[in-house]
């Protein structure tokens, strides 16, 4: 069992970057994938991006490829997201969740929805200002 706590959100004007963390307790972090999500204000929580526990594979929403990289530190037991080109419309509470990945991570599992996730964070708020 692993217990994700996210850090790093902030303000950020349009165009800027920003890297949030998400550290996770628990001795078998390398047994987990890693996610991130995000809601926005009056919104529905969404997939971000999602990375397998080695760190091989990573899978990312359309509105953020090539813009946002997720990465992993299994001897920190933190996992990254580095956010680039940031825009008003990525203003949002981010949030880290795990899943326990068995085998190899499926872009279902990765990507099918929160409950294809097994712990969450409390979020980070990241704000865009334009």
């Known amino acids: 069992q692993v217990q994700p706590v996210e850090s790093g959100g902030g303000l950020v004007q349009a165009g800027g970057s920003l890297r949030v963390s998400c550290a996770a307790s628990g001795r078998t972090f390398g047994s987990y994938a890693m996610g991130w999500f995000r809601q926005a204000p009056g919104k529905e929580r969404e997939f971000v991006a999602a990375?397998?526990?080695?760190?091989?594979?990573?899978y990312y929403a359309d509105s953020v490829k090539g813009r946002f990289t997720i990465s992993r530190d299994n001897a920190k037991n933190t996992v990254y997201l580095q956010m680039n080109s940031l825009q008003p419309e990525d203003t949002a509470v981010y949030y880290c969740?795990?899943?326990?990945?068995?085998?190899?991570?499926?872009?279902?599992?990765?990507?099918?929805?929160?409950?294809?996730?097994?712990?969450w964070g409390q979020g980070t708020q990241v704000t865009v200002s334009s």
């Open positions: 990375i397998s526990r080695s760190g091989i594979t990573t």
């Open positions: 969740a795990a899943r326990f990945q068995a085998y190899r991570l499926t872009s279902d599992q990765a990507m099918g929805g929160m409950n294809r996730y097994d712990y």
